[in-house]
C-alpha cells in the first residue's frame, strides 16, 4: 500500500499550490495531515512548517520521512524541489511512494524569481530567492530545474503536471490527480477543493503564489533577454512542449 505522496515541483511554477490541493484531497480520501505528522514524529528539523518541504532527496532524509509510515502505517504527503534519487526512485517503482511533478515555462519561471528576489530585497527578509536578482545570475537556477524536470519525466511513474494546464482547467487536474492517486473523492469534495485553490484566493495565502499568469515573460523581459534565454535553452524550452517566442507570436490569437 503506498504510504506517502511526494509532491515534487519547480521553483515558482506552483508547487505550494499543488502540494496543498494533493494534501488536502488525501485528507479527504482518509490520509493523515503532514502539518501534524510533521510534529508528533519530531519532524520539525527536516520538514518545512508552511507546505512540509523536505528539501534534497538524500537516503538518510528519505528514510527519516518515511519512518511514521515505515514504523506505524502513517499515510501523508510531503513536498520537495529535488529530483529523485535512487532510493527514492526504488520506493515509486514498488509503489510505495506515489509521485507528482509540476513544471512551467521556464522564461515565466525565470521573471517570478527575479521578481521574488526584489520583493524579499526590499523587504530585507532573509531568503534562498535573494541572489537572483539578474537574468545572468537566475539562468544557472533555471537550467538546474529543467534538468530535475527531465528526470522526473524519465520516471514513468510520475504524473507530470504543467502549470499552465493547472491555470487553465483546474477541476480538470485536480481529476486527474485523483485517478493517478487511486483516490475515490466525492463530487463534493472534489468542488470544494477546487473552489478553495483557484488563483484569485491563493494571491493573499502561504502558497507563494502572486502574479500566477502563463506567458507574462513577453511583457516583462526585454527582447535582449528573451533572445539570451532561447539561445541558452531554446532546445529545452521545445523539448518541454513550448513554442519559442517568434512561433507564439505569430500564433492566431
Same mark, same amino acid.
Not at 133 to 145: A, G, H, R, S, V
Given at each position: *500500500? /503506498?504510504?506517502?505522496?511526494?509532491?515534487?515541483? *519547480?521553483?515558482?511554477?506552483?508547487?505550494?499550490w %499543488?502540494f496543498?490541493?494533493?494534501?488536502?484531497?488525501? =485528507?479527504?480520501a482518509? @490520509?493523515? #495531515?503532514?502539518?501534524?505528522?510533521?510534529?508528533a514524529?519530531g519532524?520539525k528539523?527536516l520538514?518545512t512548517?508552511?507546505?512540509?518541504?523536505?528539501?534534497?532527496l538524500?537516503?538518510f532524509?528519505?528514510l527519516?520521512v518515511? %519512518?511514521?509510515?515505515? =514504523?506505524?502505517?502513517?499515510?501523508? $504527503?510531503?513536498?520537495?524541489?529535488?529530483? /529523485?534519487?535512487?532510493?527514492?526512485?526504488? @520506493?515509486?517503482?514498488?509503489?510505495k $511512494?506515489?509521485?507528482t %511533478? $509540476?513544471?512551467?515555462d /521556464?522564461r515565466?519561471?525565470?521573471? +517570478?524569481t527575479?521578481d521574488?528576489?526584489k520583493?524579499v530585497?526590499?523587504?530585507?527578509?532573509?531568503?534562498?530567492?535573494?541572489?537572483?536578482?539578474?537574468l545572468?545570475?537566475?539562468?544557472?537556477?533555471?537550467k538546474?530545474?529543467?534538468s530535475? @524536470?527531465?528526470q @522526473?519525466?524519465?520516471?514513468p511513474?510520475a504524473?507530470? $503536471?504543467?502549470y499552465?494546464?493547472l491555470?487553465?482547467?483546474?477541476?480538470?487536474?485536480?481529476?486527474r490527480l485523483?485517478e493517478?492517486?487511486?483516490?475515490?473523492v466525492p463530487?463534493?469534495a472534489?468542488?470544494? =477543493?477546487?473552489?478553495?485553490y483557484t488563483?484569485?484566493?491563493?494571491?493573499?495565502?502561504?502558497?507563494?503564489?502572486?502574479?500566477?499568469?502563463?506567458?507574462? %515573460?513577453i511583457?516583462?523581459?526585454?527582447? #535582449?533577454?528573451? +533572445?539570451? =534565454?532561447? #539561445?541558452?535553452?531554446?532546445?529545452?524550452?521545445?523539448?518541454m512542449?513550448?513554442?519559442?517566442?517568434s512561433?507564439?507570436?505569430?500564433? /492566431?490569437?
Amino acid at each position: *500500500m /503506498p504510504g506517502v505522496i511526494l509532491s515534487a515541483g *519547480m521553483v515558482k511554477a506552483g508547487s505550494a499550490w %499543488y502540494f496543498n490541493m494533493t494534501n488536502d484531497l488525501a =485528507i479527504s480520501a482518509g @490520509w493523515d #495531515d503532514p502539518r501534524q505528522i510533521r510534529t508528533a514524529y519530531g519532524l520539525k528539523f527536516l520538514l518545512t512548517e508552511a507546505n512540509v518541504n523536505m528539501g534534497k532527496l538524500t537516503f538518510f532524509r528519505f528514510l527519516l520521512v518515511m %519512518y511514521p509510515h515505515i =514504523i506505524f502505517g502513517r499515510q501523508y $504527503v510531503i513536498k520537495t524541489h529535488y529530483a /529523485p534519487t535512487p532510493i527514492v526512485k526504488s @520506493w515509486i517503482s514498488k509503489r510505495k $511512494v506515489l509521485t507528482t %511533478y $509540476v513544471y512551467r515555462d /521556464p522564461r515565466d519561471v525565470i521573471v +517570478s524569481t527575479m521578481d521574488h528576489s526584489k520583493r524579499v530585497r526590499e523587504r530585507g527578509i532573509p531568503s534562498a530567492f535573494t541572489p537572483y536578482n539578474t537574468l545572468e545570475k537566475t539562468l544557472p537556477l533555471i537550467k538546474e530545474n529543467i534538468s530535475r @524536470w527531465r528526470q @522526473w519525466r524519465d520516471t514513468p511513474e510520475a504524473l507530470l $503536471v504543467r502549470y499552465e494546464d493547472l491555470l487553465q482547467d483546474t477541476r480538470g487536474e485536480l481529476d486527474r490527480l485523483c485517478e493517478h492517486l487511486g483516490f475515490d473523492v466525492p463530487e463534493s469534495a472534489r468542488e470544494e =477543493i477546487v473552489s478553495r485553490y483557484t488563483a484569485r484566493k491563493t494571491e493573499q495565502s502561504n502558497l507563494h503564489f502572486h502574479k500566477g499568469v502563463a506567458g507574462r %515573460y513577453i511583457k516583462n523581459l526585454t527582447e #535582449d533577454q528573451i +533572445s539570451l =534565454i532561447e #539561445d541558452q535553452i531554446g532546445d529545452s524550452l521545445q523539448e518541454m512542449g513550448y513554442l519559442l517566442t517568434s512561433e507564439l507570436l505569430q500564433k /492566431p490569437g
